[in-house]
């Protein structure tokens, strides 16, 4: 049957500092607001970012000379422009990227998408960000007094986690309104490391062993991989844009989409990448507090939780939608609350329980096998439509609707997604695991571009030998 909005769903307007409402349930045209500039920021916030410097440091580390990590840096974040390009399916649907890919995958195979993409993983970048946090927050119970200890980790892993839920809570308006200041505020504080990191960097940097033949492709597509899985991650990106007017460009749309993420994403990452070239980066943590005076370690350390608070605000808020896209008839508000207990839960594991970490971060090298071959398929849809989706039609979830294909299943989307997963797994090159494609090419990762564009291509081709492009309004 069709989504039927809770009851407090779809009945107010979408303000700053008022709980949203609204869930899934179709944008009405006159409740549209804002301009595609406001999705800068909105981007920006989550990518001035801690992690960044971690990655930039980690492609040095893997040895590559300053020159062609810079590349990859650079290359590697051009994928945000995939992530700005489904952006535009937001203003034309006016409902949730969750709830738009029912147009690639029908009404009941994108529960299982969902299911794996909108909830899971993001349960699991919910964990990962917050524990990177809460090793940074960690000094600051004890400028208060309070003696380092697992009841103190959990402290401050729970004040992060609820700090961030309630942002997720209150929603659109609020997230549009708060992240242009946290952009700024938290720049300032990530030029100021940037600047003391600089001036420690080797610019004549080469590495002690210099890499060759394979050894050198191998880091390179290990290298681009790492920079390349955060793009992927964000198929979310019509979330944020769905309040904007219908006949809102889609170029600005895309592109202060991409734009917000792809600048502070790169400039940062080649922070890290400098840090490398000075700093002892196997440990960032303590390289870069080695290089700020006293005072400005707790503020460093405050800007982290702070971009983890807006990166992860904006996940738990597209988690939530998933949840109701899954088919839960929660409120919006309680679909958040559910995911920030499972990721607060995830995390309280991942800083207390070291194997668990390690068994999530090993997970997350392989996820791309995912992510890549999803964000293939939708940005290949949103190409072969136009742009152009029926958002009603799309929260028509009766047999027979126009987006239910075969017994609610696309058979195109499923077996272009299956495809590129496949392609991707037999091509991935992890530290724990390689497909036999990587093998024979001496470890090469090829897993993001085999799989990304592999199964953009199969979508193209199984949805015209299928004919199921027509659900869409011409």
Do not use: K
Not at 49 to 68: D, I, Q, R
Not at 119 to 143: D, F, K, R, T
Not at 267 to 276: M, S
Not at 328 to 341: E, K, N, Y
Request: with cysteine.
């Amino acid at each position: 049957m069709a989504h039927t909005p809770t009851a407090r769903e779809g009945v107010g307007r979408d303000r700053a500092g008022q709980v949203e409402t609204r869930g899934i349930d179709q944008v009405p045209d006159g409740e549209r607001h804002g301009r595609p500039a406001e999705l800068f920021a909105v981007w920006a916030a989550p990518n001035v970012s801690y992690l960044s410097f971690v990655v930039g440091a980690a492609l040095v580390l893997l040895g590559l000379p300053l020159g062609e990590a810079v590349a990859v840096v650079l290359a590697g974040n051009l994928l945000w422009l995939l992530t700005g390009y489904v952006a535009i399916s937001g203003p034309a649907a006016g409902t949730a990227g969750s709830v738009i890919s029912r147009a690639m995958y029908g009404i009941r195979a994108n529960r299982a998408v969902v299911a794996v993409t909108g909830w899971l993983i993001s349960s699991l970048y919910l964990a990962l960000n917050w524990s990177a946090a809460s090793v940074a927050a960690l000094g600051l119970p004890e400028l208060v007094g309070l003696p380092a200890s697992a009841a103190v980790e959990a402290v401050v892993v729970c004040v992060i986690a609820a700090v961030t839920v309630l942002v997720a809570l209150f929603g659109h308006a609020t997230i549009v309104r708060l992240y242009p200041a946290l952009t700024v505020l938290l720049t300032v504080v990530f030029v100021v490391v940037s600047v003391l990191v600089v001036l420690r960097a080797d610019w004549a940097y080469v590495p002690a062993e210099p890499l060759r033949g394979t050894a050198h492709l191998v880091a390179l597509a290990a290298g681009f991989t790492l920079v390349a899985s955060a793009p992927l991650s964000y198929a979310n990106s019509p979330d944020l844009a769905r309040y904007l007017p219908r006949d809102s460009s889609r170029r600005a749309v895309a592109l202060w989409t991409a734009a917000g993420a792809y600048l502070p994403s790169a400039v940062f990452t080649v922070v890290g990448v400098l840090a490398a070239t000075g700093l002892d980066m196997t440990d960032p943590q303590r390289a870069l507090e080695g290089v700020m005076p006293g005072w400005f370690v707790p503020v460093f350390a405050l800007g982290v939780v702070g971009n983890t608070v807006a990166n992860n605000a904006m996940t738990a808020y597209s988690a939530g939608l998933s949840v109701q896209s899954i088919g839960i008839r929660l409120p919006r508000a309680a679909a958040v609350l559910v995911v920030g207990a499972v990721g607060a839960g995830l995390t309280l594991f991942a800083v207390l329980v070291f194997d668990f970490l390690t068994a999530v971060n090993t997970m997350m090298e392989l996820v791309v096998v995912v992510t890549g071959p999803c964000m293939g398929v939708f940005a290949a849809d949103v190409l072969l439509r136009r742009g152009r989706y029926d958002g009603r039609a799309l929260l028509d979830e009766r047999p027979g609707s126009p987006y239910w294909y075969r017994a609610g299943i696309n058979p195109a989307g499923v077996l272009a997604t299956l495809v590129g997963i496949g392609a991707a797994v037999v091509c991935a090159g992890a530290s724990t695991w390689s497909g036999p494609v990587a093998e024979a090419l001496g470890g090469v990762n090829l897993a993001v571009p085999v799989g990304v564009v592999g199964a953009a291509a199969a979508y193209g081709l199984l949805a015209r030998a299928f004919g199921t492009l027509p659900a869409g309004p011409r």
